[in-house]
Nanobody
Framework: QVQLVASGGGFVQPGGSLRLSCAAS????????IGWFRQAPGKEHEGVSC????????YYADSVKGRFTISRDNAKNTVYLEMNNLKFEDTAVYYC???????????????WGQGTQVTVSS
C-alpha cells in the first residue's frame, strides 16, 4: 500500500522553528518529486516547496524563500521541511505529496499524506 505520512507539526511562537517529515511506505520515495503544500483556514491550497528526484533540484514559494529548506534522506525514505523564523501567516495544515516530476501544480501529484497542523502564535 502506497502511503505518505506527514508529521512534525505543532505549536510554535513567531521566530521559532519546526521540522516536518514526510515518510513514505509502499514505494521508494527517491524516485519521486516530493512537494509540500499548505492550506490555512479560508484560503486555497498553496505550494510551499518541492524537491525533484535524481538531482534534488528544489523550488520554494517566495513567501518561504530563505526561511524554509527542503531535503531528502533516501536511506530513511523521508523528505524533510525545515522551517525557520516562522511567522503568523505560516499557520496552516501542511501536506506532503509525491509526483513523477518536479512541479508545484497540486493536480499533478499522485500521492498525498494526511497533513500535519502548524500553528504559529504568541
Amino acid at each position: 500500500q502506497v502511503q505518505l505520512v506527514a508529521s512534525g507539526g505543532g505549536f510554535v511562537q513567531p521566530g521559532g522553528s519546526l521540522r516536518l517529515s514526510c515518510a513514505a511506505s509502499g514505494f521508494t520515495l527517491e524516485h519521486f518529486a516530493i512537494g509540500w503544500f499548505r492550506q490555512a483556514p479560508g484560503k486555497e491550497h498553496e505550494g510551499v516547496s518541492c524537491i525533484s528526484s535524481g538531482d534534488d533540484s528544489t523550488y520554494y514559494a517566495d513567501s518561504v524563500k530563505g526561511r524554509f529548506t527542503i531535503s531528502r534522506d533516501n536511506a530513511k525514505n523521508t523528505v524533510y521541511l525545515e522551517m525557520n523564523n516562522l511567522k503568523f501567516e505560516d499557520t496552516a495544515v501542511y501536506y506532503c505529496a509525491g509526483a513523477s516530476a518536479l512541479t508545484m501544480v497540486p493536480e499533478q501529484y499522485d500521492y498525498w499524506g494526511q497533513g500535519t497542523q502548524v500553528t504559529v502564535s504568541s
